[in-house]
């Protein structure tokens, strides 16, 4: 069974920096596109970024665009999110995702087969 295991959360100050990885183990890692997201109390889970298969394409949402950056270290089984100049607004519980299917809706949740378990982020002003 595929398994991923994020890591990194921790309570920040506005404007910091924070960097989560998520590590995966029993699947072809190669393979999968890695999606993160993210989810506040109260809200839906919402979708973050979203790298290829083979790291060579990513997507981000509007609200992270020049913020935050995804890579995939297919050596290690290892995604990372990069986050730079947090914001308050950016505390959420952060999910990673894998797609093993190269689903073309990078922004929906059911686009991807396994997920992690999540790591909490907190931004304070």
């Known amino acids: 069974q595929v398994q991923l295991v994020e890591s990194g959360g921790k309570l920040v100050q506005a404007g910091g920096s924070l960097k989560l990885s998520c590590e995966v183990s029993?699947?072809?890692?190669?393979?999968?596109?890695m999606g993160w997201f993210r989810q506040a109390p109260g809200k839906e889970r919402e979708f973050v970024a979203m790298?290829?298969?083979?790291?060579?394409?990513?997507f981000y949402a509007d609200s992270v665009k020049g913020r935050f950056t995804l890579t995939k270290d297919s050596a290690k089984d290892v995604a990372y999110l990069q986050m730079n100049s947090l914001k308050p607004e950016d505390t959420a519980v952060y999910y990673c995702a894998a797609d093993s299917r190269g689903g073309a809706n990078h922004v929906t949740p059911l686009t991807y087969d396994y997920w992690g378990q999540g790591t909490q982020v907190t931004v304070s002003s």
């Open positions: 790298i290829s298969r083979t790291g060579s394409v990513t």
């Open positions: 029993g699947g072809a890692f190669r393979y999968y596109a």
